[in-house]
């Protein structure tokens, strides 16, 4: 039995810190700056779930659970977070909520666990690309863009690998695949 001060403790690290330390539960989820904006994957996110992955990790043999609700963000911030997943000593269940689309389709796929909610919708698709500046600016950020295409399909691939679809596919296929249903068959990479 949690007594008032201990419930309001819980309360104040879940809303305010994004973790619940007595049932290891950790919350990934958008946050709203002001009535108007709202703020999907970036650095504080990622940081805050680095940070609270970190506390928890000491305990090894207790598993982490991370409730997922977020539509997508940022690339390094959202591969950020699937690293510390990845690397977690800690068994991790990712819990989706709502939708895991975009670069929270990635996340996920980090966990020894994945659970979508009955009503939750997975989907994966290239992300948005802006460029501008110096030509070289923009000729480097497109090679890099062609980098981080690579290492979504191949962060794809192995989730695919263990699906009863792709059990005798090879990467190569996986990818092709991939390729295809992403709109992207014809690219020249």
């Known amino acids: ?43 504080p996110m990622s940081n805050n779930l680095i940070k609270n992955m970190s506390m928890l990790g000491g305990d090894r043999d207790a598993p982490i ?28 269940t990712v819990l989706a909520h709502a939708e895991a689309r975009s ?9 020894d666990y994945r659970v979508m909610m009955p009503n939750a919708v997975y989907m994966i698709h290239h992300g948005t690309v802006e460029l501008g500046g110096e030509v070289s600016t923009v000729l480097a950020e497109a090679e890099q ?8 399909l191949d962060i794809y691939i192995q989730a695919c690998r263990g699906g009863e679809k792709f059990i005798r596919w090879s990467a190569a296929k996986i990818r092709n695949w991939l390729r295809i ?9």
């Open 145 to 152: 863009t062609k980098v981080e295409t690579e290492i979504m």
């Open 1 to 43: 039995m949690t007594t008032p001060t201990q419930r309001s403790e819980i309360l104040t690290n879940s809303h305010g810190f994004n973790v619940n330390p007595v049932t290891r539960d950790l919350f990934l989820h958008w946050y709203v700056i002001d009535a108007l904006e709202y703020v999907i994957i970036d650095h």
């Open 103 to 111: 670069m929270s389709s990635i996340m996920p796929l980090a966990a």
């Open 65 to 92: 659970l991370i409730h997922q609700c977020t539509c997508g963000g940022e690339w390094p911030y959202g591969l950020a977070i699937y690293d510390r997943i990845k690397c977690s000593p800690c068994q991790v």
């Open 181 to 189: 249903k992403l709109g992207v068959e014809s690219a020249n990479w």
